[in-house]
């Protein structure tokens, strides 16, 4: 069974830079029929996706974070990463990972397995 | 970036009633749209893609249709399991974008 696990810190001060990693196990991050994607929610709102990487390292941002976020992969430990610089309040929230089916899958580009979550909090 | 909008915000239900919720794309997005329910505290759940599509191990009670902009899920006969929040997801051209949740309370 697939299983996602994100960890990182779990306080960040402003103007700082979130890192956080989710780990994959039950399965290869090299697969090449998934994206692996970070998505966020504040508290008491809504979803936000944040961006998705290819194993290969292809990676899609959402323009609103873009110039502040990197994703990147680490294909032998059978993780991905996510950093976003330059903090404040407004990225309190819970950062969920999950995968994303590619297009040759059934469900491609839905988000058929998420990690359960982690809340990184912005404050001095 | 396209704009989803999910009706209702919040809606009462009895267990055994018919529930529907709307989602309505700013523009055409095909059938590329996924459906997933939350509870307090989880992560969200998959449970259907390509608009009608039921995610292995989702009940059957479950359902989506529509395609182009409008798009409705329906839980057919409302167990007590499915008091959550659902959202909404188009994947037909980056960023993926998410309706603002319905949330599903106990009348």
């Known amino acids: 069974q697939l299983q996602l696990q994100e960890s990182g810190p779990g306080l960040v001060k402003p103007s700082e830079t979130l890192s956080l990693t989710c780990t994959v196990s039950g399965g290869s991050i090299s697969s090449s029929s998934y994206y692996w994607g970070w998505i966020r929610q504040p508290p008491g709102k809504g979803l936000e996706w944040i961006g998705s990487i290819y194993y290969s390292g292809s990676t899609y941002y959402n323009p609103s974070l873009k110039s502040r976020v990197t994703i990147s992969v680490d294909t032998s430990k059978n993780q991905f990463s996510l950093k976003l610089s330059s903090v404040t309040a407004a990225d309190t929230a819970v950062y969920y990972c999950a995968r994303e089916p590619g297009i040759a899958v059934a469900a491609s580009h839905s988000l058929d397995y998420w990690g359960q979550g982690t809340l990184v909090t912005v404050s001095s | 970036a396209i704009r989803i909008t999910q009706s209702p915000s919040s809606l009462s239900a009895s267990t055994g009633d018919r529930v529907t919720i709307t989602c309505r794309a700013s523009?055409?997005?095909?059938?590329?749209l996924a459906w997933y329910q939350q509870k307090p505290g989880k992560a969200p759940k998959l449970l259907i893609y390509?608009?009608?599509t039921l995610q292995s191990g989702v009940p059957s009670r479950f359902s989506g249709s529509g395609s182009g902009t409008d798009f409705t899920l329906t839980i057919s006969c409302l167990q007590s399991e499915d008091f959550a929040t659902y959202y909404c997801?188009?994947?037909?051209?980056?960023?993926?974008?998410f309706g603002q949740g319905t949330k599903v309370e106990i009348k």
């Open positions: 997801q188009q994947y037909y051209s980056y960023p993926w974008t």
């Open positions: 390509a608009a009608s």
């Open positions: 523009q055409g997005i095909s059938s590329y």
